[in-house]
Protein backbone atom coordinates (compact mmCIF):
# COMPACT_ATOMS: atom_id res chain seq x y z
CA UNK A 1 0.00 0.00 0.00
CA UNK A 2 1.00 3.39 -0.74
CA UNK A 3 -0.48 6.44 0.43
CA UNK A 4 0.83 9.76 -1.84
CA UNK A 5 0.21 13.64 -1.15
CA UNK A 6 0.86 16.39 -3.40
CA UNK A 7 1.64 19.67 -2.66
CA UNK A 8 3.20 22.77 -4.06
CA UNK A 9 0.08 23.85 -6.48
CA UNK A 10 -1.02 27.55 -6.33
CA UNK A 11 -1.68 31.00 -8.57
CA UNK A 12 0.98 31.56 -10.52
CA UNK A 13 0.97 34.42 -13.78
CA UNK A 14 1.58 33.30 -16.98
CA UNK A 15 5.28 32.85 -17.69
CA UNK A 16 5.87 31.86 -14.01
CA UNK A 17 7.09 28.88 -12.71
CA UNK A 18 5.44 26.05 -9.73
CA UNK A 19 7.20 22.89 -8.17
CA UNK A 20 4.96 20.38 -7.26
CA UNK A 21 6.13 17.51 -4.76
CA UNK A 22 4.63 14.08 -3.96
CA UNK A 23 5.49 12.61 -0.48
CA UNK A 24 4.59 8.64 -0.47
CA UNK A 25 4.63 6.43 2.77
CA UNK A 26 5.50 3.38 3.08
CA UNK A 27 8.99 1.74 2.45
CA UNK A 28 8.76 0.40 -1.00
CA UNK A 29 8.32 3.82 -3.09
CA UNK A 30 11.62 3.32 -4.66
CA UNK A 31 10.22 0.17 -6.50
CA UNK A 32 7.61 1.89 -8.28
CA UNK A 33 7.37 4.33 -11.84
CA UNK A 34 5.98 7.69 -10.80
CA UNK A 35 3.26 9.91 -12.72
CA UNK A 36 2.43 13.19 -12.65
CA UNK A 37 -1.68 13.77 -14.10
CA UNK A 38 -3.64 16.49 -14.61
CA UNK A 39 -7.82 17.41 -14.57
CA UNK A 40 -10.15 19.38 -15.40
CA UNK A 41 -13.66 19.59 -15.39
CA UNK A 42 -15.66 17.70 -17.54
CA UNK A 43 -12.59 16.75 -19.04
CA UNK A 44 -10.67 12.65 -18.50
CA UNK A 45 -7.59 12.91 -16.39
CA UNK A 46 -4.52 13.67 -18.68
CA UNK A 47 -1.13 12.37 -18.33
CA UNK A 48 1.81 14.45 -18.18
CA UNK A 49 5.10 13.25 -17.10
CA UNK A 50 6.39 9.57 -15.57
CA UNK A 51 9.83 8.96 -14.39
CA UNK A 52 11.24 5.06 -13.77
CA UNK A 53 11.91 3.78 -10.04
CA UNK A 54 15.23 4.80 -10.51
CA UNK A 55 14.85 7.92 -12.35
CA UNK A 56 17.35 6.40 -15.69
CA UNK A 57 13.55 6.87 -17.95
CA UNK A 58 11.80 9.87 -18.21
CA UNK A 59 8.53 10.80 -20.09
CA UNK A 60 6.21 13.73 -21.26
CA UNK A 61 3.31 14.82 -22.78
CA UNK A 62 4.10 16.82 -26.08
CA UNK A 63 2.35 19.38 -24.65
CA UNK A 64 4.69 19.98 -21.45
CA UNK A 65 8.24 18.71 -23.38
CA UNK A 66 10.56 21.41 -22.68
CA UNK A 67 8.85 23.22 -20.20
CA UNK A 68 8.17 21.00 -16.99
CA UNK A 69 10.62 18.66 -15.46
CA UNK A 70 10.13 15.64 -13.72
CA UNK A 71 12.33 13.96 -10.95
CA UNK A 72 12.48 12.03 -7.86
CA UNK A 73 14.62 11.76 -4.15
CA UNK A 74 14.02 7.70 -3.25
CA UNK A 75 16.16 8.59 -0.33
CA UNK A 76 12.85 11.23 0.72
CA UNK A 77 10.15 9.32 -0.46
CA UNK A 78 9.51 12.21 -3.20
CA UNK A 79 8.61 13.09 -6.42
CA UNK A 80 9.03 15.88 -7.77
CA UNK A 81 7.49 18.60 -10.73
CA UNK A 82 8.92 21.36 -11.91
CA UNK A 83 6.80 23.63 -14.07
CA UNK A 84 8.11 26.51 -15.95
CA UNK A 85 6.85 29.28 -18.60
CA UNK A 86 3.82 28.04 -17.41
CA UNK A 87 0.22 29.04 -19.39
CA UNK A 88 -3.33 29.17 -18.63
CA UNK A 89 -4.22 26.12 -20.39
CA UNK A 90 -1.93 24.30 -17.85
CA UNK A 91 -4.52 25.30 -15.27
CA UNK A 92 -6.26 21.77 -13.51
CA UNK A 93 -5.48 19.68 -10.46
CA UNK A 94 -2.55 17.78 -10.79
CA UNK A 95 -2.50 14.57 -9.44
CA UNK A 96 0.64 12.14 -8.68
CA UNK A 97 0.59 8.63 -9.34
CA UNK A 98 2.21 5.22 -8.46
CA UNK A 99 2.46 1.83 -10.52
CA UNK A 100 4.44 -0.76 -11.10
CA UNK A 101 6.79 -1.25 -14.31
CA UNK A 102 7.83 1.00 -16.88
CA UNK A 103 6.74 4.90 -16.86
CA UNK A 104 3.44 4.26 -18.44
CA UNK A 105 1.01 6.90 -20.17
CA UNK A 106 -2.22 5.63 -18.86
CA UNK A 107 -3.65 6.34 -15.89
CA UNK A 108 -5.49 3.26 -15.98
CA UNK A 109 -1.72 1.35 -15.09
CA UNK A 110 -1.65 3.67 -12.13
CA UNK A 111 -2.94 1.79 -8.82
CA UNK A 112 -2.13 4.79 -6.04
CA UNK A 113 -3.20 8.08 -6.52
CA UNK A 114 -2.97 11.41 -4.39
CA UNK A 115 -5.90 14.07 -3.42
CA UNK A 116 -4.63 16.23 -5.96
CA UNK A 117 -2.75 19.86 -5.92
CA UNK A 118 -4.72 22.86 -8.04
CA UNK A 119 -2.41 24.76 -10.26
CA UNK A 120 -3.79 28.29 -11.90
CA UNK A 121 -2.46 30.20 -14.44
CA UNK A 122 -3.65 33.48 -14.91
CA UNK A 123 -3.28 35.20 -18.10
Known amino acids: QVQLVESGGGLVQAGGSLRLSCTAS????????MGWFRQVPEKERGFVAA????????RYADSVKGRFTISRDNAENTVYLQMNSLKPEDTAVYYC????????????????WGQGTQVTVSS
Open 26 to 33: GRTFSSYT
Open 97 to 112: AAARGSPYLSSIAYNY
Open 51 to 58: ISWNGDTT
